[in-house]
């Protein structure tokens, strides 16, 4: 048996043999019934060989054997245990000098009044944030082991509001890390690679960390650190009115016609060119025109949205084709599968239709007619076909036969017509 190498393994190969007493008990009844037979066989002067006598008394004794092995490793795993409690022990004792530790570092963090070292501060913050969550693990590991060895659990109150304490700090770092980072790339990198809503989403994200640290602070009465949110706060708050304009300005679909009604709107060009920037925008003055950006942006995502469910209808027409078996045993194709090419019909039609009272189609109004029109033609087209493939595949057996040939001859010949029709058609 392989030795546990921890409270765990421990506890689980004692559980392990605990429970092959139960098992040997229901062996025994199988053992005692093999004894039975040999029992019988005794009465009738069987002659057991040498080797059948030995696997006899070897099988009797076998649960004997069983049950000595267990008592002994059971004594074994009694003494392992006492061990491994002494050691854990020990650790408790490190770990708990390892708290004191992180207490005072985390006392040391009041001093970190320096925004300025924002980086360096919430990097400190990030290793501290993993011990106190190592610690935490670490004390959770503890107390189940205690459990396992039925020692009363300790109390570790101590590190978990540790871990409260720190968490003002610490969210007031990787914030001012977020924010200041996030801000410096918004305004600065090319117009065409700003992330508008992952702008967005960052701000909210700040604006609502940043309010409840300025508040726990506040509580506190820790002025220094106060001091640190409300700067913090601060730009976060006057950045408010920017976020709704960036995003407006970065919405998907913005052309070079949206940016010309921007322009002519607020009386100065507004135009994308080389070098533009948030900062771009901002000096010019468009925080001023944000319902005239919210506006137009908003227009361009709805034109771009049906720009993009014209470029999916026709994108869904790509590699739809039809079967073109042979009918019965004709050289004569027909068409087949044409099912799903009606479905597809039908839905782009309604689609199309919708389009055309859509208030943003005039950038794409002759293309949704045109679209629109090929659909109804091709519907109607289809249905026909397939209307007129319905009857030639109905007649054509019957005008076929000889008999009907000589009763219907004008019939016939009319058939014949649009037979030879529809064959080259369809070959």
Request: include cysteine; charged fraction near 30%; charge should be negative.
């Amino acid at each position: 048996m392989k030795t546990p190498e921890t409270i765990e393994d421990l506890t689980n190969t004692k559980q392990f043999i605990a429970d092959q007493g139960v098992e040997i008990e229901k062996k025994k009844k199988e053992i005692d019934e093999i004894m039975d037979h040999y029992a019988i066989l005794d009465e009738f002067n069987y002659d057991l060989s040498y080797t059948d006598q030995q696997e006899k008394w070897h099988l009797f004794g076998c649960p004997q054997r069983l049950v000595g092995i267990m008592e002994s490793q059971s004594q074994v795993l009694e003494k392992l245990k006492e061990q491994m409690i002494k050691d854990m022990e020990f650790e408790q004792e490190e770990f708990l000098e390892n708290i004191t530790n992180l207490e005072q570092t985390i006392l040391e963090f009041e001093k970190n009044d320096r925004l300025d070292k924002y980086n360096d501060i919430a990097a400190s913050v990030d290793e501290v944030d993993k011990k106190i969550q190592d610690c935490i693990d670490q004390a959770r590991k503890f107390n189940s082991n205690e459990v396992l060895v039925g020692k009363e659990t300790t109390d570790y109150k101590q590190l978990f509001q540790l871990a409260k304490d720190f968490s003002p700090y610490s969210n007031l770092w990787k914030t001012a890390r977020t924010w200041f980072n996030g801000h410096n790339g918004w305004m600065k990198c090319p117009w065409e690679e700003l992330d508008a809503p992952e702008l967005e989403s960052t701000w909210e994200s700040c604006q609502k960390t940043i309010n409840q640290v300025f508040r726990q602070f506040r509580d506190r009465k820790q002025e220094s650190m106060l001091k640190i949110a409300e700067s913090i706060k601060k730009g976060v708050d006057d950045f408010k009115t920017t976020v709704p304009l960036a995003v407006a300005l970065r919405k998907e679909g913005m052309k070079e016609r949206h940016w010309d009604q921007i322009s002519e709107t607020v009386g100065f060009d507004i135009r994308p060119d080389e070098g533009f920037t948030l900062t771009t925008v901002l000096d010019k003055g468009m925080l001023k025109h944000i319902d005239i950006a919210d506006e137009v942006g908003e227009k361009a995502f709805k034109e771009y949205n049906i720009e993009k469910q014209l470029a999916k209808m026709k994108r869904e027409w790509e590699g739809l084709n039809f079967l073109l078996p042979r009918f019965k045993q004709t050289p004569t194709y027909t068409i087949a599968g044409f099912d799903e090419a009606i479905n597809l019909l039908d839905e782009h039609i309604v689609a199309t239709q919708a389009m055309q009272f859509s208030v943003f189609k005039k950038p794409f109004e002759q293309e949704i007619e045109e679209w629109n029109a090929k659909l109804l033609l091709a519907s109607d087209t289809l249905e026909q076909w397939v209307s007129c493939q319905g009857q030639w595949t109905y007649l054509q057996p019957i005008f076929d036969s000889a008999d009907i040939m000589k009763q219907l001859p004008n019939e016939t010949k009319k058939f014949k017509g649009v037979d030879i029709k529809w064959r080259y058609i369809m070959n």
